[in-house]
């Protein structure tokens, strides 16, 4: 062999001693860089668990809550349904009671006032039997407008407390 040969066969020695020596570094490397990467994903992997853990408890603690609201809205409306119904069906009897003479609705006179002309003694004669203050009936027709307008009254107010119980539940 003539010394260039063994120049350029040590040369090439050399090269494959050098691509090896940086293949095999590079491969260390790429182990190192993997083990870290595995770690990495490893932590990625807890953190991410443990935010999905955090999101699905706020998620249930939410429902939980939403339920019990719904809940609650739903007594409440079977309670005032159950007012409303219980109203009208007073109602309806004390417009029936009305309606059959059963029942006469009058007011207080005022025996005092001179405007009237009502002269109605204030002590009771020997004449009656009733022994209260003076009391005219009402006509029939006006005491039933007068209990459509109070059972108006009581559906109003009914709804009215259904409402604030409801922004009660619903409102923070």
């Not at 429902?63 to 007073?90: C, F, G, I, P």
Request: hydrophobic share 45%.
């Amino acid at each position: 062999m003539t010394p260039v040969q063994k120049l350029i066969g040590l040369g090439l020695a050399l090269l494959l001693a050098l691509a090896i020596g940086f293949g095999g570094a590079w491969q260390i490397q790429d182990w190192r860089m993997g083990e870290q990467l595995a770690m990495q994903a490893g932590l990625h992997k807890g953190d991410l668990a443990a935010i999905s853990n955090a999101a699905a408890a706020q998620a249930r603690k939410e429902q939980d809550k939403r339920l019990a609201t719904e809940q609650q809205l739903a007594a409440q409306d079977q309670q005032h349904t159950k007012e409303l119904s219980d109203a009208q069906r007073n109602q309806a009897r004390l417009r029936d009671r009305l309606a059959t003479s059963d029942l006469r609705l009058s007011v207080l006179l005022d025996a005092t006032d001179t405007a009237s002309r009502c002269d109605l003694p204030t002590a009771p004669g020997a004449a009656g039997v009733v022994h209260a203050a003076r009391r005219a009936q009402l006509d029939p027709a006006h005491a039933q407008r007068i209990i459509a307008i109070t059972d108006a009254g009581d559906q109003g107010l009914i709804a009215l407390r259904a409402c604030q119980a409801y922004v009660r539940a619903v409102a923070p």
